[in-house]
């Protein structure tokens, strides 16, 4: 999607320039305040020798739905995709996998941009057929961890999910 570094740089300016004039983040006050998310790998002058050098394989952006979540932003679901989209553009330019973390309500919207997708306590909260729907229907890997209940496994197997409980 990304022809060049510079470009890259001239969309987040854009993008930095409409946040500012309608009162939203700016997309390095995202990065900054999203909690293992795009600060995970965040450079001011990214490139793919560097990337390479630090031998990053693949990325999972953290808090991917903040649109529906208290984040202190004004920040809407159509916005909160288009932030989703473009950080999946970045990490492909840099050959990185990338993966949807939760989010399993935009999964539907999301999943021909993301790799695979992370998430936590899809049985408990009854939301793993958003992603059977999305990233299993289209041959992409699922993983799900599940702290209150054992996931339903027969389904999971079914699926093709990797799906398991773990200790918090």
């Not at 001011?44 to 808090?63: G, I, Y």
């Not at 950080?87 to 021909?112: C, D, M, R």
């Amino acid at each position: 999607m990304f022809e060049d570094v510079e470009q890259i740089r001239k969309l987040r300016k854009k993008y930095n320039a409409e946040m500012a004039r309608s009162g939203i983040a700016t997309f390095t006050e995202l990065a900054r305040y999203s909690p293992g998310g795009y600060s995970t790998y965040h450079h001011e002058r990214p490139n793919r020798a560097l990337v390479q050098r630090q031998r990053v394989r693949c990325n999972w952006p953290d808090e991917t739905e903040v649109w529906s979540n208290n984040s202190g932003f004004p920040v809407t679901k159509e916005q909160n995709n288009a932030y989703n989209i473009q950080i999946a553009s970045i990490a492909h330019y840099f050959e990185l996998s990338v993966g949807l973390k939760g989010n399993t309500t935009e999964a539907s919207e999301l999943w021909q941009y993301f790799d695979w997708s992370l998430n936590e306590q899809c049985w408990e909260f009854e939301e793993c057929d958003n992603l059977k729907e999305s990233f299993l229907a289209n041959g992409k890997a699922v993983f799900n961890i599940e702290y209150n209940r054992t996931p339903d496994c027969s389904k999971a197997n079914a699926w093709h999910m990797n799906s398991a409980r773990r200790d918090l």
